[in-house]
């Protein structure tokens, strides 16, 4: 039975490592996964998805500040598995493992290495994306490739709903791969690091839409950060979050909130957007029917 060291803290991880242990040809013998951090207004410590999961499973946990000085524990591992950990992981960690470290990326490398690929894939306009596994060096997402696999992007997909559907191929190809590469039977080949592209962390104010862009655009930018971090606007001084839009065809003034037969839309450098469900600054989610009442009669 192949001994894995998991390391992972989001859902998508969660997905990856519920796969590997209902595998009988593998073992996970622990699981790295960020530390505990605060979380709401009310500042309360929440585990990540990975520690919940492992709790539940009575597999040994292991939650570093940091893996830079981190000496691996002597698990017999003969395989660390990555996906979605969020920590540089050193040199001396990726060859703890007697077959290397492998990591599940949930875009078609090169393209899009980094923190977001899901979520950039879809404020891009991408058509498809795919995961690759990779085996992993010292660089980020810059390991040889034993395998991808892709997938179509729906042009109504959003971050939430295409990692769901990315989920089952990512688990399947990884259980595949895993035992075709400890079985000696895959050779890693090269990236074709010319063809590289990086993606960013995003933050609060990567939400912010600029309506002097297509609504296309503005759509995909929803649709990408859809859950985090969202997108916004502002109606005067009040900032207002968009939480369900549609992109039309209407010729409106860019940036300019418009009431027409009860429907909402803000026009945008090539089209509009219709608002069918936001939430003003300080106040609960409302219809589009709701705001028009309140904020334009």
Known sequence: MTKIVFFGTQQFGRGILESLMSDSDFEVVAVFTQPDKPVGRKQEMQMSPIKILALEKNIPIFQ????????????????????QYGLIIPQTVLDSAKKGSVNVHTSLLPKYRGASPI??????????T??????MDSKMDHGPILAQEKIAISPDDNYLTLSEKMLPVACALLNKTLKEYLAGK?????????QATLCKMFDREDGKADFTKSASEIYNQFRGLYVWPGIF?????????????????????PGKFVAENGKLFIGCAEGAIEVFKLQPEGKNPMTAEAFINGYLK
């Open 186 to 194: 895959i050779t890693p080949q090269e990236q074709n690091h010319e």
């Open 130 to 135: 795919g995961t690759t596994i990779i085996l």
């Open 64 to 83: 570093p500040e940091s893996l830079k000085n981190c000496e691996m524990p002597d698990l017999g591992m003969d395989v660390n598995v990555v996906c």
């Open 233 to 253: 606007t502002f109606f005067g001084d009040k900032r207002i979050k968009l939480l369900n839009i549609k992109p039309i065809e209407k010729k409106l003034e």
């Open 119 to 128: 979520q950039s894939a879809i404020l891009n306009g991408e058509k498809e």
